[in-house]
């Protein structure tokens, strides 16, 4: 039987010196991005009318690069109208996150990802099916730890990604391989990356970064992963 480390860190924590891992989205270690989608391609009249969300809002809060970008929005209080497939209309009072999906066509569709009570750990997730090891790290860790081969919903073509739990909507997401670098800064805290831990964490895996700098200017060590559910 094949012996998969990144499993075992991420089950066994304690040899990593019993240290919860750490993940750059509760570190507030930007993501660089250019904007993916033009201000103009976005229909902002009709997000408006079903969330209650506006540009000048989303500037406001810090989310319009993000969303620019196709990446998901902070937790937003969000308050619209939705129609039905019958055509009923629902009226929406609800904390979310929202992000803009290319449909293939150029037309830019609006998702809305609504608060769970659970984790949303399922057997199966984009076309990868899941061991109790994956679940095990999901529901303790939030991430999985390692990239896996999952299927494009809409191409049906495969691509490398990393598995999380978003840890506001509790939903199960996933992060294409590809952008990990983009998100590895060469410093960490005050902590220069050598090119091992910048390696280790674009393969999705926990890495142990020491002597870190918080707030109050005091060193830690604690491993690092670079996350999905950001």
Not at 162 to 176: A, L, N, Q, Y
Request: hydrophobic share 35%.
């Amino acid at each position: 039987q094949l012996f998969d480390q990144s499993r075992y860190i991420l089950a066994n924590r304690k040899n990593i010196n019993q240290a919860p891992i750490k993940t750059y989205s509760e570190m507030e270690t930007p993501t660089k991005t250019n904007s993916r989608f033009n201000f103009d391609q976005v229909d902002w009249n009709g997000i408006q009318q079903t969330t209650g969300i506006t540009a000048d809002s989303l500037k406001q809060s810090g989310d319009l690069e993000r969303f620019l970008n196709g990446q998901k929005t902070s937790l937003l209080n969000l308050s619209g109208e939705l129609t039905s497939k019958s055509g009923i209309k629902i009226r929406m009072h609800q904390p979310a996150k929202i992000k803009l999906v290319d449909d293939g066509t150029g037309k830019l569709n609006l998702v809305i990802h609504g608060v769970r009570p659970q984790p949303d750990i399922r057997n199966e997730f984009l076309g990868y099916k899941l061991n109790e090891v994956d679940k095990y790290n999901l529901k303790n860790f939030g991430e999985m730890g390692k990239v896996v081969e999952c299927i494009d919903i809409q191409t049906r073509q495969p691509f490398a990604a990393v598995i999380g739990i978003d840890p506001e909507t509790k939903e199960m997401v996933s992060m294409r391989a590809d952008r990990l670098p983009k998100m590895i800064p060469d410093n960490l805290k005050g902590v220069n990356l050598t090119e091992d831990q910048k390696k280790s964490l674009a393969e999705g895996k926990p890495t142990l970064i020491a002597d870190m700098i918080d707030r109050k200017g005091e060193k830690f060590t604690t491993p690092v992963v670079n996350t999905a559910g950001a």
